[in-house]
């Protein structure tokens, strides 16, 4: 043990690091939070429906309720409403984020620079922090995606398939996520390693759902059984028509996708959920850069590259998909913001500058986005940026009504 602690020490300091910066930066401002922010209206309201017993529908499958029902409890809900100590328990675990980022690539290219960019880009990247401060489902899923590609490159196929039905179980867009790393690591499986690793996502998706009947159902034994699985038929019937039934109206929080990162559209939850501009921008441009050099055949980046620009372009072409149907918000890009963080950090390491820049950025919009005023120099250049965003977001508007996007 003391001789692994020995060889790894560099690694440990580092992950110890990008896990800190993580959670003192969700910290700042939590504090002055004393009520459900954004989405936590339904979530946290969802939790303890759980705790009172009372019956709901949500449009995603149960697991992230679940964990944030496990979270009151523990912080002495419904007894004691406490927001702060249920959003610390949760900012523990969001700030793996980095972590998990950190150890992906550490594992695929056993470049350790390229590592702890990630970790320190993914931990400090202003929209993210956003959802890693509250109690929402964006970093549950994204983190459960993270462990089951970590396991996917180490060829560990059981914890592979356990966390994929986890990541499922939280959020469907683990599934357009993940799909294209487990086509290209199909070779390594054999068919009754894949035949059995679907049957074990569909046994503990199912199983989620058992828990959450559990919970409303009175009846017991057979009885239970059966009516539970004609309920969780019914409530994925829901969820699957509730995603794919084409909506016709225009939210003003919506962004179209075809604007990233161009004409994304802030969020004002009495916090601002606001992106790390740069960072957006500069992962696009870096994306585009891969493209056209493979295209032009002159420059050749390591594989892991093209796997995570594929990654990229792949979420992309879903979320025309989806959009064409359907508002998008700005959290809808994580999984790409995600993939374009991996390629902007490779880049990163030869201009250490654009590094201190980033973060640099992120700290200057770090008081209006946690809440917490302190110069007044950030109020300004945060107006600045919502006027570059509201121009952005107007003129892909206007693209999205002249492609015919029905929700426009």
Same mark, same amino acid.
């Given at each position: 043990?003391?001789l692994w602690?020995?060889?790894?020490?560099?690694e440990l300091?580092?992950?110890?690091l990008? =896990?800190?910066i993580?959670?003192? @930066?969700?910290?700042?401002g939590?504090?002055? *939070?004393?009520f459900?922010?954004?989405?936590? !209206?339904y979530?946290?309201?969802?939790?303890?429906n759980y705790?009172?017993?009372?019956?709901?529908?949500?449009g995603?499958?149960?697991?992230?309720?679940?964990?944030?029902a496990?979270?009151?409890?523990?912080?002495?809900?419904?007894?004691?409403?406490?927001?702060?100590?249920?959003?610390?328990?949760?900012?523990?675990?969001? $700030? /793996?984020?980095?972590?998990?980022?950190?150890?992906?690539?550490k594992? !695929?290219?056993?470049?350790?620079?390229?590592?702890t960019?990630?970790?320190?880009? #993914?931990?400090?990247?202003?929209?993210l922090?956003? =959802?890693?401060?509250?109690?929402?489902?964006?970093? !549950?899923?994204?983190?459960?995606?993270l462990?089951?590609l970590?396991?996917l490159?180490?060829?560990?196929?059981?914890?592979?398939?356990?966390?994929?039905?986890?990541?499922?179980?939280?959020?469907? /867009?683990?599934?357009?996520?993940?799909?294209?790393?487990?086509?290209?690591?199909?070779?390594?499986?054999?068919?009754?390693?894949?035949?059995f %690793?679907?049957?074990?996502?569909?046994?503990?998706?199912?199983?989620?759902?058992?828990i959450? /009947?559990?919970?409303?159902?009175?009846?017991?034994?057979?009885?239970?059984?059966?009516?539970?699985?004609k309920k969780?038929?019914?409530?994925?019937?829901?969820?699957?028509f509730?995603?794919?039934?084409? !909506?016709?109206?225009?939210?003003?929080?919506?962004?179209?996708?075809?604007?990233w990162?161009?004409?994304?559209?802030?969020?004002?939850?009495?916090f601002?959920?606001?992106?790390?501009?740069?960072?957006?921008?500069? $992962?696009?441009?870096?994306?585009?850069?891969?493209?056209?050099?493979?295209? +032009?055949?002159?420059i050749v &980046?390591?594989?892991?590259?093209?796997?995570?620009? *594929?990654?990229? @372009?792949?979420?992309?072409?879903?979320?025309?998909?989806?959009?064409?149907?359907?508002p998008g918000?700005?959290?809808?890009?994580?999984?790409?913001l995600? &993939?374009?963080? &991996?390629?902007? $950090?490779?880049?990163?390491? +030869?201009?250490?500058?654009?590094l201190?820049?980033?973060?640099?950025?992120? @700290?200057?919009?770090?008081?209006?986005?946690?809440?917490?005023?302190?110069?007044?120099?950030?109020?300004?250049?945060?107006? *600045? #940026?919502?006027?570059?965003m509201?121009?952005?977001?107007?003129?892909?508007?206007?693209? %999205?009504?002249?492609?015919g &996007?029905?929700?426009?």
């Open positions: 043990m003391k602690i020995k060889e790894n020490l560099n300091l580092i992950i110890t990008i =896990f800190s993580g959670f003192l @930066l969700g910290l700042f939590l504090e002055k *939070a004393n459900k922010v954004f989405d936590e !209206v979530f946290i309201t969802q939790a303890q705790l009172k017993k009372e019956e709901f529908f949500d995603h499958p149960p697991l992230a309720k679940l964990f944030f496990l979270l009151l409890k523990i912080s002495g809900w419904p007894e004691r409403e406490n927001y702060f100590l249920p959003r610390i328990l949760f900012l523990i675990f969001s $700030s /793996f984020l980095g972590v998990l980022g950190f150890i992906l690539i594992e !695929v290219s056993n470049n350790l620079n390229w590592a960019i990630v970790g320190i880009l #993914l931990n400090t990247e202003t929209s922090l956003f =959802f890693r401060k509250f109690l929402l489902l964006e970093i !549950v899923w994204i983190n459960f995606s462990l089951c970590i396991f490159f180490k060829n560990k196929k059981l914890l592979f398939f356990i966390f994929w039905s986890l990541a499922i179980s939280t959020k469907w /867009f683990s599934i357009i996520f993940v799909i294209l790393f487990f086509v290209y690591f199909l070779k390594n499986f054999e068919i009754k390693e894949i035949v %690793g679907f049957i074990l996502i569909i046994l503990i998706y199912y199983l989620f759902f058992k959450h /009947f559990g919970f409303f159902i009175k009846e017991h034994g057979f009885k239970f059984l059966t009516l539970s699985f969780i038929l019914e409530e994925n019937l829901k969820m699957f509730s995603h794919s039934v084409p !909506v016709k109206f225009c939210s003003p929080l919506a962004s179209f996708v075809l604007g990162p161009f004409g994304i559209r802030n969020i004002n939850a009495t601002e959920i606001f992106p790390n501009i740069l960072v957006w921008i500069f $992962s696009f441009l870096y994306i585009l850069k891969v493209v056209f050099e493979t295209f +032009k055949k002159k &980046f390591p594989n892991e590259i093209y796997l995570f620009t *594929a990654g990229y @372009l792949f979420y992309f072409f879903n979320l025309i998909l989806i959009e064409s149907l359907r918000y700005l959290y809808y890009y994580f999984g790409a995600i &993939f374009g963080i &991996f390629i902007l $950090s490779y880049f990163t390491q +030869k201009k250490p500058y654009l201190i820049l980033f973060i640099l950025f992120s @700290l200057i919009i770090l008081p209006e986005v946690s809440g917490a005023k302190i110069f007044g120099v950030e109020k300004l250049i945060f107006e *600045a #940026l919502l006027k570059y509201d121009y952005g977001e107007i003129l892909f508007r206007n693209l %999205g009504i002249i492609l &996007f029905g929700w426009f």
